[in-house]
């Protein structure tokens, strides 16, 4: 199937989510998620949601972290690209032009300290390619990743069999997890 064709089927579905659902799902997510072999690593980057596009909330995978005393990391969009802040006590979120929460300012991260990225995603397909939202925001971000960084998305719903238009410089994830079932891309 066409990325077009999924981010208008996937969005479609998405709207259909009432919040106890978004809710719901979001927690079996990051219940899975503990079943992935990626908790032994220091720096884990995630997003926080857009809720008017009803994404996953992350809230619960935020505590995991922070409960496992590790240094989360979150983005903010700059033009064309993503800065990444490091997540403390004292920091202060505003929502951008699109609702994603982002930090004010803060400490800076280098793309090459982050281990684990939590990606967003409306689909994904058997093989671990996925479909965002069309910017390319997360794909090069990840270009600037070491090229062991573990690569997760997280999805309400289970894979689709292909994304058949595939590009260059598409990188496919290592894991993706959904309320039902952990996909593992790597092989394992």
């Not at 089927?9 to 919040?19: G, I």
């Not at 909330?57 to 490091?86: A, C, F, M, R, W």
């Amino acid at each position: 199937m066409l990325k077009k064709d999924l981010r208008l089927k996937y969005s479609a579905f998405r709207k259909q989510l009432s919040l106890e659902q978004i809710a719901a799902k979001s927690l079996d997510i990051s219940n899975k998620a503990l079943e992935l072999p990626i908790w032994s690593k220091k720096y884990y980057h995630i997003f926080l949601p857009i809720t008017s596009k009803q994404e996953i909330d992350t809230i619960n995978l935020l505590s995991i972290l922070q409960g496992k005393d590790k240094y989360v990391i979150v983005p903010k969009v700059q033009q064309d690209t993503l800065e990444h802040y490091l997540l403390t006590d004292s920091t202060k979120f505003k929502n951008n032009s699109w609702g994603v929460p982002e930090p004010i300012d803060g400490i800076q991260i280098d793309p090459s300290k982050i281990d684990v990225v939590f990606i967003p995603l409306l689909a994904f397909d058997t093989i671990g390619h996925r479909v965002g939202y069309g910017k390319g925001y997360y794909d090069t971000f990840l270009a600037s990743c070491r090229p062991d960084i573990i690569k997760v998305g997280l999805s309400f719903f289970e894979a689709e069999e292909l994304i058949t238009d595939i590009f260059p410089g598409d990188i496919p994830l290592d894991y993706c997890v959904t309320p039902q079932k952990n996909y593992s891309f790597d092989g394992s």
